[in-house]
C-alpha cells in the first residue's frame, strides 16, 4: 500500500511539475504573442430572440499560437490578467472590435441597391477584465477608439463582471458613470455566478444583464432552473435592464427563454463565433433577406 502511495506521489509531482512547467511556458509565449499581437476577434451574433434579428456581436479574443493553434481564451485570460498583459491585449481587442462595428455601419448605411434600411446599427460588446477596466486612462482610451472609429457611443457595450463592482471603488464607479453618460452601454456578463451581492444592483450605472450558460444550459432540465432564470429575467425588467441569455444551444431553450420574457440570446443554436468576414456575411445575408 505504501509503494502504491508512493507511486501516486510521484504521479501528482510529475503533472504538478508540468502544470507549472506548461504556465512559465504559456507566460514566456504570451509575452511574445502580446508583443507581436498574435491575437485574433471572433464575433458571436447577439439575437433579439422573437424576431430572429441580429442586434450585435460580442467580440472574442483568440491566441493564434504557432504550435497549438488558436488558443480559448480561458486558457490565457487568467495569466494575463496576473501579469497585466491584459492592458496590452485589450487596448488590441478594443481596437479591433470597434474597427469591425464601424465596418458594419459602413454594411448598414448603404445597401447594394442604394437604397437604406431603417435598422439600428449592431453594436460590438467587448469583455473587460477588471484590472483593464482599472488601467489608468481606460475610459479617455475609449472615447478616442469610438471617436477615431467616427461610431456612436451606442455602437459599443462593455461586458465587466461583478468581480469589477465587489469592492466599494469609487474611481471605477466614477468611470462606469462616465461612459453611460457618454452614451456607451455597460453589461454584467456571467451574471448569477459571481459573489452576487445583490446590493450593487441598487445603484450601480449598467444597462445589461448577461444570463450566464450554466443558466441557460439547465433551463429546460427542472422547474427549479427555470424559477431561477425566471428571477433573473424579472430582476431586469423591475430595474429596466436588458436581459440577455447565453449559451442558447437548441430550440427547447429559446422558446423557453421566450415564454420567460428574456428578449435577446446568443449561443450556438444561433451561431457559433465568426470570423470579421463572415459576420459580414451574416449580416448581408439578414439585411438582403
Ligand atoms: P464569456 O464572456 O462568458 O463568453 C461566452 C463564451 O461562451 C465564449 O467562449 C463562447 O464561445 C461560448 N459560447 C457561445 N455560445 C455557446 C453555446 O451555445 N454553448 C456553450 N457551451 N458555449 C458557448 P470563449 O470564446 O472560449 O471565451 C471564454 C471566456 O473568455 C469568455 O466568457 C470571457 O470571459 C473571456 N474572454 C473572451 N474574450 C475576451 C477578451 O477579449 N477580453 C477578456 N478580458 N476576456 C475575454
Ligand atoms: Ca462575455
Ligand atoms: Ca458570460
Ligand atoms: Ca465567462
Known amino acids: 500500500a505504501k509503494g502504491a502511495g508512493r507511486g501516486q506521489w ?18 514566456a509565449a504570451l509575452d511574445r504573442a502580446a508583443a507581436d499581437q498574435d491575437f485574433t476577434l471572433e464575433y458571436q451574433p447577439i439575437v433579439e430572440m422573437a424576431s430572429g434579428r441580429t442586434v450585435g456581436f460580442e467580440a472574442l479574443v483568440r491566441w493564434r499560437h504557432p504550435a497549438l493553434g488558436l488558443v480559448p481564451p480561458d486558457e490565457f485570460i487568467d495569466i494575463a490578467e496576473e501579469t497585466g498583459l491584459i492592458e496590452a491585449i485589450g487596448d488590441f481587442v478594443l481596437r479591433q472590435a470597434v474597427g469591425a462595428a464601424s465596418q458594419w455601419s459602413k454594411q448598414n448605411g448603404a445597401q447594394q441597391d442604394g437604397t437604406q434600411k431603417d435598422r439600428a446599427q449592431p453594436y460590438v460588446s467587448v469583455n473587460v477584465s477588471a484590472r483593464q477596466f482599472r488601467s489608468p486612462g481606460f475610459v479617455t482610451k475609449v472615447r478616442q477608439e469610438l471617436a477615431d472609429a467616427g461610431l456612436p457611443p451606442s455602437a459599443l457595450m462593455l461586458e465587466i463582471t461583478e468581480r469589477l463592482l465587489l469592492r466599494d471603488d469609487e474611481q471605477v464607479w466614477h468611470d ?51 424559477a431561477i432564470v425566471d428571477g433573473i429575467v424579472r430582476l431586469a425588467q423591475t430595474l429596466q435592464l436588458d436581459a440577455v441569455a447565453e449559451g442558447i444551444e437548441t430550440a427547447a431553450d429559446r422558446d423557453l427563454l421566450c415564454d420567460l420574457n428574456c428578449p435577446y440570446g446568443q449561443g450556438f443554436l444561433y451561431s457559433k463565433p465568426l470570423r470579421l468576414d463572415d459576420a459580414v456575411e451574416w449580416l448581408r445575408f439578414e439585411n438582403d433577406a
Open 10 to 27: 510521484r504521479r501528482y509531482e510529475a503533472t504538478l511539475h508540468a502544470a507549472v512547467l506548461q504556465r512559465l511556458e504559456l507566460r
Open 176 to 226: 462606469l458613470t462616465c461612459l453611460r453618460e457618454h452614451g456607451v452601454r455597460i453589461a454584467i456578463d456571467d451574471f448569477g455566478t459571481g459573489f452576487s451581492s445583490l446590493s450593487y444592483l441598487r445603484q450601480v450605472p449598467i444597462d445589461v444583464l448577461k444570463i450566464d450558460k450554466s443558466f441557460t444550459a439547465t433551463v429546460a432540465s427542472s422547474a427549479r432552473q427555470q
